[in-house]
């Protein structure tokens, strides 16, 4: 890490005006400054907050490519970081920047660290949040499976189909929801039964508004009644009233893909790959080994 020479000279005068400041960016693009100062500190378009209730611990940091960790902690604040924003997910990933400032002139500052959120853990009215550092994407796992159904996500750059065509997504206004994981909506016909199992369960207004769910069980019940259940309840639930989009869904076999997206020529699996039973099997003397079916 270099220090910029200004901060370098206000370090070697032994009478120092530091602190530490975070800006916290979440995914919805929404940014939160915080700051260990005693006042509020501006910079780069951001307000660092003083009465966040933030703080941290020591920044372990190398020069190899072993992962740059610390830890964040702090109160639970309405105004600041919300118990509601956590269950819901929305810093799940967030960037964060932490920088060491001369808060007496905070043009005289460097970037310490940049990473994103780890685990968030909640006791009472605290968090604690790992941080992680940019290193942390050397432990992702690259390439491609070798699997007979497919490895494309529905809707990515691999798979390129289009949802937004007629037929493969929904919106619809909330009407009953019980426990924030199973939704009843009426006169919701003119889709198959289990049609968007598997898909994609997107809030798009009230409190809840950007949380994104996977469907379990998606059943048309008497009188076009449709029942979608997800996997998990949302970490807020979305009240009657608030829109929803639900995306079909792909059990990525190849029929699937064929059949219900007219898509196969962007598959991503093997089909044809040979089964365990052929992995296992061994030469036989006594019988023709032509590659034929063996009659017994």
């Not at 901060?7 to 800006?23: I, M, S």
């Not at 970037?111 to 790992?130: D, H, I, K, P, Y």
Request: glycine share 12%; net charge negative; hydrophobic share 40%.
């Amino acid at each position: 890490m270099t220090y910029p020479q200004a901060l370098k000279d206000h370090l070697a005068t032994g009478v120092t005006t530091l602190a530490r400041c975070f800006a916290v960016t979440r995914r919805d693009g929404v940014v939160i400054g915080f700051t260990d100062h005693d006042r509020d500190l501006s910079f780069d378009g951001i307000l660092f907050r003083a009465d966040s209730g933030l703080t941290a611990k020591a920044i372990q940091q190398s020069t190899g490519l072993s992962v740059d960790n610390s830890e964040a902690f702090g109160a639970l604040k309405s105004e600041a970081i919300t118990e509601g924003d956590i269950l819901a997910g929305r810093y799940d990933g967030a960037e964060v920047r932490s920088w060491l400032v001369n808060w007496a002139d905070v043009s005289v500052r460097v970037l310490q660290f940049r990473g994103t959120l780890g685990e968030v853990v909640r006791r009472g009215g605290s968090f604690n949040a790992e941080l992680r550092g940019l290193s942390e994407g050397l432990n992702h796992a690259e390439g491609l499976v070798y699997h007979a159904r497919c490895s494309a996500i529905l809707g990515d750059g691999r798979c390129r189909f289009d949802l937004r065509q007629p037929g493969y997504s929904e919106e619809r206004v909330v009407q009953e929801v019980t426990g924030a994981r199973v939704f009843r909506f009426s006169e919701f016909g003119g889709y198959d039964d289990r049609w968007f199992e598997k898909g994609r369960f997107a809030v798009l207004s009230g409190t809840a508004a950007g949380i994104v769910g996977a469907v379990k069980n998606d059943r048309l019940r008497a009188g076009d009644i449709r029942e979608v259940e997800l996997w998990q309840a949302l970490g807020a639930a979305p009240a009657p009233g608030d829109l929803v989009r639900i995306e079909a869904g792909c059990d990525k076999r190849p029929d699937t893909c064929r059949l219900k997206f007219a898509n196969y020529d962007n598959f991503r699996g093997f089909p044809d790959i040979p089964g365990e039973d052929w992995l296992m099997s061994y030469p036989v003397g006594a019988a023709l080994n032509d590659g034929g079916s063996r009659r017994g």
